[in-house]
């Protein structure tokens, strides 16, 4: 047994090697050691570099787990499959092997089976005698080692192998260092690809469960867990938000290892991100890092989803306001106007002065229709005022049209629906129909001075029919009727007309008239 250099001396010695094919080998070797950044590669390229160098028969080289001081990588040259298939399980880093991880020196063997340390081999293994190790050392620690056994020219390693094995392992924890750091920085590359995309979704309009099971699948992927779920906690009670792979519930209660990355909104934790596995992955501190990120953007995003159902609510709130109060202001109204006239009726019957009987009761019947019109629209309203769709249908962008031209007016305008709007307005007209409701209203409320607009909507005849009427003060023969002519325009180009007139009350009547289908 002989023992070469600690690792601050691996390269101590080279100049004994004298020869020239020799060195050139070995400086082919060292380049080809560090070509390539990816690390699986670059170890088993280190293991069929040393073992064509030194000429051995085998070389293997293991890497050792940080948490249990074994092995949990071992990559190997010089065993065909076949025998492999009927060997035993591969070293685990005892016996000789370990040996260079406790005592991390160059060590070459001349009979394994008389070493110390030696533990014997698993059944079918081939037979080996002789024995040569270096440790792999990355920024001052052990990385691993590499092994090469059964030198083929020669009956046992030489003193000069010691120096070629010492140079690789020096070379090859260069290449497994840029390797680690290559890896790392892909690593840390993916997750901040996956926070970038999954924290812009909310602002996208992207559903928060989608969001949700996004990160878990994306987690899931880069971390290897086999589930993986957001599970936000309310009044004690806990709810999954995203889910990917196995339930983490039953994993848990059947003994498996779970990791939990708290979650945060407003300083309070609402819920938690968990990982499962069969056993403890020993995950690095990126991995961490990472998770971290996720949980922040999973906050973000719940915040975000929550302040956005307020404003939703706050809006259904306004509306329901609105739809009362038009209520108020013109069914009750009209409701206790019609009940006046019924008295009325019944208490004059022969009232000199006053229209039939007739006449009076079909007016009456006309009350009530345009009061039912008036109440079908408002339970319409109350049933899509809580809508959250992103495509508003016919009757909501109208009313939307409506809100926000008259929200500080002094008169708040009357909206009727008739027929099946939403149905048979196409996409095209209704962009139409907002242009000209908002030009009519705006005109109403800016010049006719009057205290009272309807607007009715109609479908009827296969027309789609908008008035809008007033009871101010006409239209000035002097006016600009520039918007008006723009009206006109838009009914010549959906094949309708545009029309204006007086009623017998006085005020405006626009009525704007287009087939539904040309």
Not at 296 to 303: N, Q
Not at 346 to 354: H, I
Not at 382 to 410: F, G, Y
Request: net charge negative.
């Amino acid at each position: 047994m002989i023992m070469g250099e600690g690792p601050d001396g691996l390269l101590s010695g080279v100049g004994e090697i004298d020869d020239p094919r020799q060195l050139r080998e070995l400086l082919d070797a060292v380049l080809v050691v560090g070509r390539g950044l990816d690390l699986d590669a670059a170890l088993q390229r280190i293991v069929d570099v040393a073992a064509r160098v030194l000429d051995a028969r085998y070389c293997a080289l293991g890497v050792r787990s940080e948490y249990s001081g074994l092995l949990k990588e071992f990559v190997y040259t010089g065993i065909d499959e076949q025998t492999r298939a009927t060997m035993g399980h591969l070293p685990v880093g005892h016996g000789l092997l370990g040996v260079l991880f406790d005592d991390p020196h160059v060590l070459r063997v001349e009979e394994l089976n008389t070493h110390p340390a030696s533990v014997g081999f698993p059944p079918n293994h081939p037979p080996m005698r002789t024995f040569l190790g270096a440790p792999i050392l990355v920024r001052g620690s052990v990385f691993g080692s590499i092994y090469l056994t059964e030198k083929q020219s020669a009956a046992d390693f030489s003193r000069t192998d010691e120096k070629l094995i010492s140079v690789l392992a020096v070379a090859a924890g260069i290449a497994v260092d840029n390797a680690r750091l290559f890896e790392l920085t892909l690593v840390r590359q993916r997750w901040v690809e996956v926070l970038a995309r999954r924290g812009s979704e909310p602002l996208a309009g992207i559903p928060l469960g989608d969001t949700m099971n996004g990160l878990c699948s994306d987690v899931a992927e880069l971390t290897g867990a086999g589930g993986v779920a957001l599970i936000t906690s309310f009044g004690g009670q806990d709810r999954p938000r995203g889910r990917s792979g196995a339930d983490v519930a039953d994993v848990a209660a059947s003994g498996g290892y779970v990791i939990d990355q708290p979650f945060t909104v407003g300083g309070r934790q609402i819920g938690r991100l968990s990982l499962i596995y069969e056993r403890d992955p020993h995950l690095p501190p990126e991995m961490y890092a990472g998770l971290a990120g996720v949980a922040e953007i999973a906050s973000l995003a719940i915040a975000y989803d929550e302040r956005q159902q307020m404003a939703r609510d706050l809006e259904v709130l306004a509306d329901r306001h609105r739809i009362a109060r038009d209520l108020h202001d013109h069914v009750i109204q009209r409701l206790f106007a019609i009940g006046i006239a019924l008295q009325t009726m019944s208490m004059n019957p022969d009232a000199q002065g006053r229209a039939d009987p007739g006449t009076r009761m079909a007016t009456v019947i006309a009350d009530l229709d345009a009061t039912v019109a008036q109440i079908r629209t408002s339970i319409f309203e109350l049933q899509t005022a809580s809508e959250s769709s992103a495509v508003k249908s016919v009757r909501r962008r109208v009313l939307d049209v409506v809100e926000q031209s008259a929200a500080h007016a002094p008169v708040t305008p009357s909206v009727r629906f008739d027929g099946a709007v939403d149905t048979l307005v196409p996409d095209d007209l209704a962009s139409h129909l907002e242009a000209v409701v908002r030009e009519a209203l705006s005109n109403a409320l800016r010049h006719s001075g009057a205290g009272r607009i309807d607007i009715v909507v109609a479908v009827a005849d296969e027309d789609l029919v908008v008035t809008v009427a007033d009871d101010g003060c006409g239209i000035p023969s002097d006016a600009h009727r520039r918007g008006l002519r723009n009206l006109a325009d838009r009914a010549v180009e959906c094949g309708g007309r545009l029309t204006l007139a007086v009623p017998a009350g006085g005020g405006t009547e626009l009525k704007w008239v287009v087939p539904l289908e040309e």
